[in-house]
C-alpha cells in the first residue's frame, strides 16, 4: 500500500505542477504572473504532500519503507522520461557552424533583420 501511494503522490506532485504552466502559456499571462502562479502552486502542492506524508506515516496499513522508497524511484523515473523526452524533442546540435560556438538564441530578443 505504501509503494502504490508514493506512486500517486509523485505523479500527482509532478502532474499537477504542469497546470500553472500551461494556464500562463494558454491564457496569455505576463512572465511575472505566471512565475507568480508557479511559485504560490508550488506551495501549495508541497503542503498537500507533506501532509499526506505526515498522515501516511502515523498509518499502520502503510509501509513507511516502501513508501520512501517509491517515493525516490518515481521521482527519478519521471525525471528520466522528462529527459529522454526533452533530448527527443531537441534539434540535433549542427556542428557546421565551427568549433566552440554556441548557437543558442535568445527568445526574448528582436530578431535580427
Do not use: N
Request: proline share 4%.
Amino acid at each position: 500500500m505504501g509503494a502504490v501511494l508514493g506512486t500517486l503522490l509523485v505523479v500527482g506532485f509532478f502532474v499537477s505542477g504542469r497546470v500553472p504552466l500551461l494556464l500562463a502559456h494558454h491564457g496569455g499571462l505576463q512572465v511575472r504572473a505566471g512565475v507568480g502562479l508557479l511559485l504560490l502552486t508550488y506551495t501549495l502542492r508541497l503542503a498537500v504532500a507533506l501532509m499526506v506524508l505526515a498522515v501516511a506515516g502515523q498509518s499502520e496499513a502503510i509501509s513507511r519503507r516502501w513508501l520512501g522508497i517509491s517515493i525516490i524511484v518515481s521521482a527519478l523515473a519521471w525525471s528520466s522520461l522528462q529527459l529522454v523526452s526533452l533530448l527527443r524533442a531537441s534539434p540535433p546540435i549542427d556542428s557546421s557552424h565551427g568549433a566552440g560556438t554556441s548557437s543558442s538564441v535568445d527568445l526574448g530578443a528582436p530578431a535580427a533583420e
